[in-house]
């Protein structure tokens, strides 16, 4: 299994431009999550979806966009890009066990630059 | 609102030395996870704690879990340089089962 795959790695943006960052993963997870990290900072919730065409908003959605058509992807549209937004972006999966939901596996993360 | 504070924030230590991270939480919860990230690396799961109590051992990492104080805490023994990096734990709410309330993060550095 790959796991969870995130793609591109690195990505440089002009102010006002427009990206779609990808995720997919191959472990038939029900539960996606997308989350930013500034800095020497801790990992700030974006959206979430608990299953194909469920998704939701987490702690700092504005600005951001996602779509969950199948179970395996679930891309993070990025739309005017701000300065605000640069961050490393990282997808995660995780599947609910009889106790509830199980540690999150994580993809390697997309470095933005918003410029 | 839902906090989960770890302390302290930054660590330097000496090798061979002990030392425990402390991850506090605001909520009912009884699912604690705790997490790696080398510099510029992904976040790599460490320890699931699902119960008061729980306590879980790998290498020369320890984690505990105590519910009714709404603490955890990850204890290095011994301390060796491959052990630098940061160190988050997260939470899941009792009313929720999707989320996890994340930790700032303790960025520990080790000296040879």
């Known amino acids: 299994n790959a796991g969870v795959t995130q793609t591109p790695k690195f990505r440089i943006l002009k102010i006002g431009q427009s990206m779609t960052l990808q995720c997919t993963q191959d472990m038939n997870h029900n539960y996606m999550y997308w989350y930013r990290q500034d800095p020497g900072m801790g990992l700030k919730l974006i959206y979430y979806?608990?299953?194909?065409?469920?998704?939701d908003k987490g702690e700092v959605p504005n600005g951001y966009n996602v779509s969950r058509s199948t179970t395996e992807d679930f891309p993070l549209r990025l739309e005017l890009a701000a300065p605000s937004q640069t961050s490393v972006y990282f997808c995660?999966?995780?599947?609910?066990?009889?106790?509830?939901?199980?540690?999150?596996?994580f993809g390697p993360g997309t470095r933005l630059t918003v410029l | 609102e839902l906090k989960v504070e770890q302390n302290p924030l930054f660590l330097s230590m000496q090798e061979g030395k002990n030392y425990t991270i402390y991850c506090n939480y605001s909520t009912t919860s009884d699912r604690l996870y705790w997490y790696r990230q080398d510099p510029g690396k992904s976040l790599e799961s460490l320890f699931v704690l699902l119960s008061n109590g729980a306590v879980k051992q790998e290498g020369r990492l320890m984690a505990s879990l105590d519910t009714k104080a709404r603490l955890s805490t990850l204890h290095i023994t011994a301390a060796v340089h491959d052990l630098s990096a940061t160190y988050f734990c997260?939470?899941?709410?009792?009313?929720?089962?999707?989320?996890?309330?994340w930790g700032a993060g303790t960025k520990l550095i080790i000296k040879p």
């Open positions: 979806s608990v299953g194909a065409g469920i998704t």
């Open positions: 997260a939470v899941v709410p009792m009313d929720s089962n999707y989320q996890l309330i």
């Open positions: 995660a999966s995780s599947y609910r066990s009889r106790r509830g939901i199980v540690e999150q596996f």
